[in-house]
């Protein structure tokens, strides 16, 4: 019986260089079955929403921004702002769960904000305000792309963190760090949490409502304080997200998706070195 040729380029066999196994004719001739008679792709609907949650959890890494462009540039007063956020986030979680909620894991972690907020403002004091914006720029991104592969994930909630710590060197006071934290929790950690729950109870005339006061906070002060070109610019960009890369996405899924490990044998191979 003849020995089955192997993928092996050192080992001297008895076959002709230009042999074809086939097993890689065959899985070729597969994958054009699969190319010609493509299975069912997503709809279209549920890809935009797909998308549409991904921009909106984006969007709110926005809010972070001008939270402390209001408490850096504009020096406002973060005690009221933190105080109608964190009333709403009250009054939200106990008519969500229509039942009383519990105080102490609030009231740790509210405690743990106010021991570190002295540490956080001395952090990277030191660190010149372009190495902060840069390191902040770079935060930013990876925090968004952890989102973008898991959207409930300790590595994406670490990264808000960071970049938080980051930018709270640049605060003036150990308020304004504590306040700024807290406000970043509320709207990066609680809120997307909020949402979620929104739509796993199917309420989404309440998450649409949300999505629309995000937006609005949003476009209003990139309106105010970059002015109407950036604004149209940023619209122009979240619409062609939203709604045009979910028909490439589509279109890349019915022609070049494989859905299966077809010729993945015949892929290279790595070196393994001892």
Same mark, same amino acid.
């Given at each position: ?36 008679? =493509? ?78 907020? =002295? ?30 592969? @898991?959207? @409930? ?9 960071? *970049?938080?710590? %980051? ?20 709207? *990066? ?24 006061? *995000?937006?609005?906070? %949003? ?22 997200? %939203?709604?045009?890369? =979910? ?5 890349? @899924?019915?022609?070049?998706?494989? *859905? ?10 790595? =070196?393994?070195?001892?």
């Amino acid at each position: 019986m003849k020995q089955r040729w192997q993928r092996l380029l050192w080992l001297k066999q008895d076959f002709p260089d230009n042999h074809t196994d086939p097993d890689f004719l065959r899985e070729v001739s597969e994958l054009r079955n699969v190319q010609l008679n =493509p299975s069912s792709t997503s709809s279209y609907s549920r890809v935009v929403g797909d998308f549409l949650l991904f921009y909106h959890r984006a969007l709110n890494t926005g809010l972070m921004y001008i939270t402390f462009t209001l408490l850096y540039y504009y020096r406002c007063d973060p005690v009221y702002i933190t105080g109608a956020l964190t009333s709403l986030a009250f009054l939200a979680s106990v008519l969500f769960h229509r039942a009383t909620v519990s105080l102490k894991s609030p009231l740790i972690i509210i405690f743990s904000m106010l021991v570190l907020s =002295p540490v956080l403002k001395s952090l990277s004091r030191t660190t010149s305000s372009d190495s902060i914006w840069t390191i902040s720029c770079w935060l930013t991104l990876f925090y968004v792309a952890s989102v973008s592969l @898991q959207s @409930q994930s300790i590595v994406s909630t670490n990264l808000l963190v960071a *970049n938080v710590a %980051v930018l709270a060197s640049r605060l003036s006071s150990t308020t304004d760090v504590f306040c700024f934290l807290l406000i970043c929790i509320e709207l *990066n950690v609680l809120l997307p949490y909020f949402e979620r729950s929104l739509l796993d109870r199917k309420l989404f005339t309440t998450y649409g409502t949300t999505f629309l006061i *995000n937006n609005a906070v %949003v476009y209003y002060f990139v309106t105010q304080f970059l002015g109407w070109i950036y604004t149209t610019v940023f619209a122009f960009s979240a619409v062609t997200f %939203v709604f045009g890369l =979910p028909r490439y996405f589509i279109y890349w @899924q019915k022609h070049y998706y494989k *859905n299966g490990p077809l010729l993945s044998r015949w892929d290279a191979r790595r =070196p393994v070195l001892d």
